[in-house]
């Protein structure tokens, strides 16, 4: 199986970042020297996907610019002899890649905003799903590339999963696994944002995704949840019997840059790295 296509859903408004997020989208707040959506499309395109599909909102031209190439600046470094600067800014992305963008019209969740790049995803194609808040030093490798051979047996859909403490279980997608062992678990049920009484385990679901063609279906026809929005994890919910649903306990370090703690711990993280 061939991973091509990669939706990155940064429509967001990034209110827990305020003031600074008014003008600047969350997504290219700076991990050291990289916005941290470059980290995520690093990922992706070490996965083998060619095709970046970003699904934005208002006042998220900083992303778009970020991508497109900046010929006066370009000129500018290489006119100073910056040629190091010149690199880091023309390999962004590779020569091979290409990039695309779609609006989400209204914040009506997660669901729906990977709903908005259905018209740029094929039918019969599997998709992967990255959310950039979701930071993580995949090891030994990224963990969608990681993934991949998971989603390649099974033919279903793959969602990384990381064990939170049963405190934290509400603020997550929880899973209910057949069995606990390993790295690939079966998901028999999952759930978003359960109280913590509740929570079928403590099994939460990260931003990474490898997603079978057919979610887009149950994304038409989904009705709002947790929220009042369209849950991603509501429609994962309805196929985890057929085409089937696996979690996978990925090896690696994530970081929350959602939170101003996490996103300071990742900034020393690979500053000191």
């Known amino acids: 199986m061939q991973l091509r296509k990669a939706v990155f859903p940064v429509a967001g408004m990034g209110t827990r970042f305020l003031p600074a997020t008014k003008s600047i989208p969350k997504e290219m707040l700076p991990i050291v020297d990289r916005p941290i959506i470059q980290y995520a499309v690093d990922e992706a395109i070490e996965a083998g996907c060619d095709t970046l599909i970003f699904v934005t909102g208002r006042s998220k031209r900083a992303v778009e610019d970020y991508f497109d190439r900046a010929p006066e600046l370009e000129a500018e470094l290489e006119a100073k002899g910056k040629f190091e600067a010149l690199e880091a800014v023309r390999n962004i992305i590779p020569a091979h890649v290409k990039v695309l963008f779609v609006r989400q019209p209204a914040p009506l969740g997660l669901g729906h905003a990977v709903l908005c790049a259905r018209p740029m995803i094929g039918d019969d194609e599997h998709f992967a799903v990255l959310l950039p808040d979701d930071l993580i030093d995949g090891h030994p490798e990224g963990v969608l590339k ?12 793959v969602i990384a999963i990381e064990q939170v403490p049963r405190a934290d279980v509400s603020k997550y997608g929880i899973i209910d696994p057949e069995s606990t062992q390993g790295t690939v678990m079966k998901v028999k049920a999952i759930v978003e944002k359960p109280p913590v009484e509740e929570a079928p385990s403590t099994f939460a679901v990260v931003g990474r995704y490898i997603l079978h063609p057919s979610v887009m279906d149950a994304l038409e026809t989904q009705a709002p949840g947790s929220g009042g929005e369209i849950q991603l994890t509501d429609a ?18 994530r970081f929350d840059c959602g939170s101003k703690q996490g996103f300071l711990t990742a900034n020393i993280y690979f500053g000191l790295r």
């Open 146 to 157: 990681q993934m991949l051979p998971v989603a390649e047996s099974t033919g279903g859909s």
């Open 236 to 253: 994962l919910a309805r196929q985890v019997d057929n085409p089937g649903l696996y979690g996978y306990r990925f090896g690696g370090k």
